[in-house]
């Protein structure tokens, strides 16, 4: 059963991946951010979901031929097959693109599903495929050679390494257009508080730059006279 709150998950959808870096940075965490994959899908909303994790290892030829799909639990598909509703499938590809992590017929399979996004640090086949079906997706680059050629799925829903980044199921993940980070699930609902926050100060500060105003003072806000328009500013937006 899903511990993420319908509160915290939609707070988490209306803040940036770069205002919660800020926020995680402030407590100490600074690898919890994917690095080097790009958005795939054509999705404008964030992805907000709870991790649930597929580990690869690097292929051995003899255990990794093309019969091993006649098993149903097979961990790739049955990672596929079973991703809960609003949960996010992050697969480990040991940050290796020469080998798909999956395809379209998976990647909608789990949209079927009603999974909120899929994330590798390797790539999908099937790319153009994937970017029109709406749901988040994010990967390295493009690879079209089947996974079985350098991937060998060993496990599911353990805590793994996805470009970089810890990642341990339950996880809370979120992306949008910068790219994909890892709140740790302990911390998700205070992260989604003072991200929010933070947000609504972001929107003043942006409103005030565009009017002009110097960045001095005001972001970081280090002048008293700053959190008397922001407090102005808020009452007239109603935020």
């Not at 707070?11 to 080097?36: D, E, H, P, W």
């Not at 699930?185 to 005030?208: G, S």
Request: net charge neutral; aromatic share 6%.
């Amino acid at each position: 059963m899903s511990k993420l709150s319908a509160a915290t998950r939609e707070m988490l959808m209306n803040v940036s991946t770069a205002t919660l870096a800020t926020c995680l940075y402030k407590r100490g965490l600074r690898s919890q951010f994917i690095q080097n994959v790009q958005k795939l899908s054509q999705a404008r909303q964030n992805m907000v979901g709870e991790a649930y994790t597929l580990r690869y290892i690097p292929a051995r030829e003899d255990l990794n031929g093309i019969e091993v799909f006649k098993d149903r639990t097979h961990p790739q598909r049955k990672a596929v097959d079973e991703c809960p509703a609003g949960a996010v499938l992050v697969i480990d590809s040991r940050k290796d693109a020469r080998a798909a992590s999956a395809g379209g017929i998976l990647v909608g399979r789990l949209m079927a599903r009603g999974a909120a996004g899929v994330v590798t640090d390797g790539g999908f086949r099937d790319s153009a495929e994937i970017a029109e079906l709406g749901i988040p997706a994010y990967h390295q680059r493009p690879s079209a050679p089947t996974n079985l050629t350098h991937h060998q799925a060993i496990d599911i829903n353990v805590p793994i390494a996805c470009g970089d980044a810890p990642v341990f199921p339950g996880d809370v993940i979120v992306g949008d257009a910068d790219g994909v980070l890892v709140l740790p699930a302990h911390l998700a609902d205070e992260l989604a508080r003072e991200a929010t926050e933070m947000t609504v100060f972001e929107d003043f500060v942006t409103a005030e730059v565009k009017t002009g105003r110097s960045i001095l003072g005001l972001y970081p806000n280090t002048d008293p006279q700053t959190t008397v328009d922001f407090q102005a500013w808020r009452k007239k937006v109603g935020r």
